[in-house]
């Protein structure tokens, strides 16, 4: 009975340490395993320990024989990425080789305390590192009141097994030596330069949230937007409730074909009643209720072989959503299927030439994948109407009808205040996580840079996880070697920083408004839900404000740790 990881793979690696007998690849020491669309198990060498599943943090993987019909193409897909062995057992070690955390060497002035900007997932992957030695403190500031990045406003609603890995990150924050500074933005509420001054280090985690725009007339027109932005607005992020939604078209257009536009437009044809039982935000909820969308264009300029989504995701999406392409469009899976020759693209291919027709009657609302389309221009008065598109090579012009067009080819980062900035590649230049000056090829000390920020949009939740672990051996190993500062005596209070934030950020949110922001939610609910989400600052910080005070032992030692 193999074990079998599904598509809700995270990628974090923790399943490979777990595994007694080292059968789940890439492992995070193999060179494949940055750019793999998911792990494996091998169905050979696999001994049905389940130590993987105990280990992995987003409930991904699952004997073969429990499964849901859904996820059986899991089955082969793990076994394919395996050679043929004629029977023979592949050789074995006990455990896969574990990257062992930093070791920090005390220094009297006090224990190592490092600023964490952002609290995603590569933010808490690395306080979850440093954590692991006693005495290090960690302060995680993150501008909104709540945490998690991402995972929180990231992840599609219907995906509740993928945000799982907040568990791992509640743990974290429970620890002695971490702090949230929620609701506080640094560059404004404090700067770079102060947190250096009540600290070792500062390690920016704050991931690439600008969008890719596309240049081309009409974009800016009402119903055009982006990918990310809607993805925001479903997951009830506070800065895009008010987002102006418009659902009365029969047709969206998303141009990009990564993930997030495959979530997308799951999202929008997904029975609304099916997303009530998920964390959606309410005011997309009643929009999807009200919608009258009943075709999604996923638009793509490059062909089927060059498809950006991953292979996971296309067997999820096709597994749940009605999938289908044009007749010309499955001639070019059958051309590409005839020349591929690694097993990842035949695989997508293959599973490309099984969609739908997409000349059949609509019976519900449905997906289209669309190839060999550059955008020309979006045709519009008041508001998009429609549209145009060139055949990628050619002067063909094609016209898709729409109400909204959504724009979905990447992120890009945004420059730190106080950090250089590499505008070609949207990163903050680093070795290794350490930021360095790329006019004078000198670090700069104490700054530190994890997850997007460090090595652009790539990669999945756990993939933050070996990039984190990296830049805190980085950050640790020049602490041993004294090239960080201590911070100022008089600072290197915890109390100290919370006077200072509090006096520029009097509404500051800590662990324990978190805790009751997140109880509140959760209790919104009810039986029938994971949670309703507070979708406003001023609810957020309302909810955090009525968690009950500590009890009086924690607060008198609170007091003596000032």
């Not at 070609?424 to 997007?452: C, E, H, K, L, M």
Request: aromatic share 6%; net charge negative.
């Amino acid at each position: 009975m193999p074990h079998v990881i599904t598509q809700s793979c995270c990628s974090d690696g923790s399943c490979v340490y777990a595994c007694p007998v080292n059968c789940i690849h890439p492992t995070p020491d193999e060179p494949g395993f940055a750019t793999a669309e998911m792990l494996y198990i091998d169905p050979v060498a696999c001994v049905d320990c389940g130590a993987c599943v105990s280990a992995c943090p987003v409930g991904a993987i699952a004997p073969d024989t429990r499964l849901e019909p859904k996820q059986l193409p899991f089955v082969e897909l793990n076994a394919a990425f395996y050679p043929e062995r004629e029977g023979k057992l592949p050789p074995t070690s006990k455990l896969a080789p574990v990257i062992e955390a930093p070791v920090v060497y005390p220094r009297p002035t006090g224990p190592l305390t490092v600023a964490i900007v952002g609290s995603g997932p590569a933010a808490m992957y690395a306080a979850d590192e440093l954590l692991t030695q006693k005495g290090v403190r960690v302060n995680v500031f993150e501008r909104l009141p709540t945490p998690y990045g991402l995972v929180r406003a990231g992840v599609a609603p219907d995906h509740q097994s993928t945000k799982g890995v907040t568990a791992l990150f509640d743990r974290v924050t429970r620890d002695p030596g971490f702090t949230f500074y929620l609701n506080v933005e640094v560059g404004s509420d404090v700067t770079h330069d102060e947190l250096l001054a009540h600290h070792h280090a500062v390690l920016y985690a704050v991931g690439a949230p600008n969008d890719r725009r596309l240049d081309i007339e009409g974009m800016g027109l009402p119903g055009t937007g982006t990918a990310t932005e809607f993805v925001a607005w479903y997951n009830g992020h506070p800065e895009f409730t008010e987002l102006p939604v418009d659902l009365s078209s029969e047709r969206v257009v998303i141009v990009g074909n990564g993930n997030v536009a495959l979530d997308v437009a799951r999202i929008l044809t997904t029975d609304p009643d099916t997303l009530a039982r998920t964390d959606i935000s309410d005011h997309a909820l009643a929009a999807l209720r009200n919608s009258n969308v009943t075709e999604v264009v996923i638009a793509a300029r490059r062909g089927p072989a060059d498809s950006a989504f991953t292979l996971p995701e296309l067997i999820g999406l096709t597994s749940t959503s009605e999938v289908v392409l044009s007749a010309a469009d499955h001639e070019l899976v059958v051309r590409d299927l005839a020349t591929a020759q690694d097993s990842l693209t035949r695989n997508k291919l293959e599973l490309l030439s099984k969609l739908g027709d997409a000349s059949a009657p609509v019976t519900r609302p449905r997906i289209r994948l669309a190839y060999r389309l550059t955008p020309k221009r979006v045709i519009g008065g008041v508001r998009a109407e429609a549209m145009e598109f060139t055949v990628t090579g050619t002067d063909e012009v094609r016209r898709l009808d729409t109400g909204l067009v959504l724009i979905s080819i990447g992120y890009r980062g945004r420059p730190v205040r106080g950090l250089p900035f590499d505008e070609t590649a949207a990163v903050v230049p680093n070795d290794g996580g350490r930021v360095f000056d790329p006019q004078t090829g000198a670090p700069v000390i104490g700054s530190y840079v994890a997850g997007w920020i460090k090595r652009g949009p790539t990669g999945f939740i756990g993939t933050n996880k070996s990039c984190a672990s990296e830049t805190v051996h980085n950050l640790v190993a020049d602490y041993n070697d004294g090239l960080l500062r201590d911070p100022d005596r008089d600072r290197a209070k915890p109390a100290a920083l919370e006077k200072l934030v509090r006096s520029r950020r009097p509404d500051l949110v800590d662990a324990r408004g978190w805790k009751a922001i997140d109880a509140t939610e959760i209790a919104r609910g009810g039986d029938d839900r994971p949670r309703v989400k507070l979708t406003t600052v001023a609810d957020m910080l309302a909810a955090a404000a009525a968690a009950p005070a500590p009890p009086l032992g924690r607060r008198l030692l609170a007091g003596l740790r000032r």
